[in-house]
T-cell receptor
Framework: KQEVTQIPAALSVPEGENLVLNCSFTDSAIYNLQWFRQDPGKGLTSLLLIQSSQREQTSGRLNASLDKSSGRSTLYIAASQPGDSATYLCAVTDSSYKLIFGSGTRLLVRP | EPEVTQTPSHQVTQMGQEVILRCVPISNHLYFYWYRQILGQKVEFLVSFYNNEISEKSEIFDDQFSVERPDGSNFTLKIRSTKLEDSAMYFC????????????????FGQGTRLTVV
């Protein structure tokens, strides 16, 4: 059974710092991996999608990497801003096209 | 930009009552999903729907749950007899898919319906 784990559970950094969020999954038979942002009480906003054949994807200050064989992904946020404060969720798409989510990393960027 | 829309944003219902949560997926998408998130817990899969039938359902999706695509645009989740433990944020999602040469499985989520069972 696929399990997705995210560490750390929470992170507090000063504005301007570069940071890395980690995601690991137990079964490498994934279709793709998505990173989402969730603001309190709100929906899920897709940030990046990495196909299983890809190694990384970039969008603005965000860069996500995927090492399928070791079951790991990282989300790198450059030059963090207070507006980046949110919960970041990692999810893998399994062979039946459903998403399996991690518990998330709650990020606070202090001004 | 196309988006998944869900109504209502918040629903309060009495235990034992039936509720219907509504979703309008992105218009050219072919795969539809319901997920839920109990406060403080992970987002968990409930059901996927493709080609007018359930593709997969989780253990949570028991006989009290049903889904329907009543017309070309809406996708609904019905909970027949709500329980206190059904209180959660319910998310609808859709994916385009398309043809096999351009398989796009990126999932887009709605803003959710917060269901409170009292």
């Amino acid at each position: 059974k696929q399990e997705v784990t995210q560490i750390p559970a929470a992170l507090s950094v000063p504005e301007g710092e570069n940071l890395v969020l980690n995601c690991s999954f137990t079964d490498s038979a994934i279709y793709n991996l998505q990173w989402f942002r969730q603001d309190p009480g709100k929906g899920l906003t897709s940030l990046l999608l990495i196909q299983s054949s890809q190694r990384e994807q970039t969008s603005g200050r965000l860069n996500a990497s995927l090492d399928k064989s070791s079951g790991r992904s990282t989300l790198y946020i450059a030059a963090s801003q207070p507006g980046d404060s949110a919960t970041y969720l990692c999810a893998v798409t399994d062979s039946s096209y459903k998403l399996i989510f991690g518990s998330g990393t709650r990020l606070l960027v202090r001004p | 930009e196309p988006e998944v829309t869900q109504t209502p944003s918040h629903q309060v219902t009495q235990m034992g009552q039936e509720v219907i949560l509504r979703c309008v997926p992105i218009s050219n998408h072919l795969y539809f999903y319901w997920y839920r998130q109990i406060l403080g817990q992970k987002v968990e899969f409930l059901v996927s729907f493709y080609n007018n039938e359930i593709s997969e359902k989780s253990e949570i999706f028991d006989d009290q749950f049903s889904v329907e695509r009543p017309d070309g645009s809406n996708f609904t989740l019905k909970i027949r007899s709500t329980k206190l433990e059904d209180s959660a944020m319910y998310f609808c999602a859709s994916s385009e898919f398309g043809d096999r040469e351009h398989w796009n499985t990126e999932a887009f989520f709605g803003q959710g319906t917060r269901l409170t069972v009292v």
